[in-house]
């Protein structure tokens, strides 16, 4: 008996729809069609122009030529995120793609950090840091391949135009002969059975049968909430930010290799440097600044003239309390919402489409893989979900509504242990499906003033020279950043110039 799945349904475009589209069409060489449903009506979000490294994962797996790609989205290179006000006003500190320093000891270097910057023998964090060393100086090549250079101590992601990629995946996934048909869904067949989605129809009645339908269609959640009431948890207690407000502004000579997040009075604001333009945006809570005052803000602290109105994005952070319901499988804002603080927007996209061909049905659904699905991806959502509470929580202003309630604000019994475990022993624990390992969560505590009471108890059992290695390891990221070209001349040097190829 065939129970392979022959047909599968989409049901939305931009950046979910298209990586989803061009992801299946890749892993479904033969016998399933595919198809996506977009209207040119409905706009997408399009705010996620930030990224993590695993999206060059994601691309490498579709065969994607960097160049060709950075040409084609307008890229840029990001080592990081820089984070500015977040522990207390004129503060700032660096969430690299990589590490401090590099293994030398059993004991993790930020104890034998900790212990020299007491000392008066080490100064921050941030300056053992190859990542920063190189984007504070707006530098960039990608990292070596040789392990003991100085150089393969960091990772990079990129800065992208998120419309222009769902454009360059639609080429990619229709040439892997995935069909789109343009219209609005205005209604939802279910099965009077099962209760799973049979068919959708399109304002000009057009009926679309499907297997494995894909809900792509953003907040809304057309099938996942709209059909088959799902239900939403709302995390707004812990991330009280609930507003955004998006302008692109021109372009400077300052086009840094990173991310910058800046905290303000009732939210932060993202600067993002692509090849043609800025991309800004200011998050923000709206029971306690006004939409007016939150776009006065926005505005005010733009690098240059703003290339447009700002567009405003009302969003309720949380998550689908089911990911995968009868047949349908929620990828992107459908599923959930996390703030862009840690730009995993796109990777959560990215991570949903991986386990979707991991655990992959045939016709009967079996409900063991779509439990584990959910299991799986409940867990990642809280891993994100407690490093995003991580950078409210730990502030130490209280110049503002918003950072006081952040300041006292109850967290999640799963944060309260890492953050207790760090306080007394500068330990970071690790944990199943924890996008941000230990040197991000390093970043975080350190870099929010938030350090441990004592070191670990090994250290005293070493005869290492924590002081030395650190100053000498310093002196060799220093030396090889300024070996790095300058962010601009790399893109231009590897071809990779928009302008110079339009």
Known sequence: MDRHIRNIVIVGGGSAGWMTAAALGNALQKNCA????????????????????????FNQTLGIDEAAFVRATQASFKLGIQFVNWGKQDHSYFHPFGTFGRPFDLVNLHHYWWQAFQAGEATGLDDYCMAWSAAKRNRFAPPSPDPRHVLSTYDYAY??????????LRTYAEAKGIKRREGRVVDVTL???????????????????GELFIDCSGFRGLLIEGALKTGYENWQHWLPCDRALAVPCASTSNFTPYTRST????????RIPLQHRTGNGHVYASQFISDDEAARVLLENLDAEPLGDPKPLAFTTGRRRQFWNKNVVAIGLSSGFMEPLESTSLYLIQSGIAKLLTLFPDSTFDPALSTEFNRITLTEFERIRDFI???????????SPLWRYCA?????DSLKDSLDLFKR???????????????????VHIGQLHVPERVDPLAAYRETDGAGWLARFKGLIEKAAESLPTHQAYIDQAGMNAAARS
Do not use: C, N
Not at 46 to 57: C, D, F, K, S, Y
């Open 425 to 443: 022993y500068g330990k970071i624990p690790s944990k199943e499906l924890d996008l941000f390992g230990m040197h991000s969560w390093l970043a």
């Open 389 to 399: 509470i991580l950078h409210y929580k730990l502030t130490t202003r209280d110049d």
């Open 408 to 412: 006292h604000m109850d967290v999640p």
């Open 263 to 270: 905290a303000h009075q009732a939210g932060w604001q993202w």
């Open 34 to 57: 595919i198809t996506l449903i977009e209207s040119e009506d409905i706009g997408t979000v399009g705010v996620g122009e930030a990224t993590i490294p695993p999206i060059l994962r």
């Open 159 to 168: 800065h992208f135009d998120a419309g222009l990629y769902a454009a360059m």
């Open 191 to 209: 099965d009077s059975q099962s209760g799973f989605v049979r068919s959708v129809t399109l304002q000009d009645g057009q009926v679309i049968d």
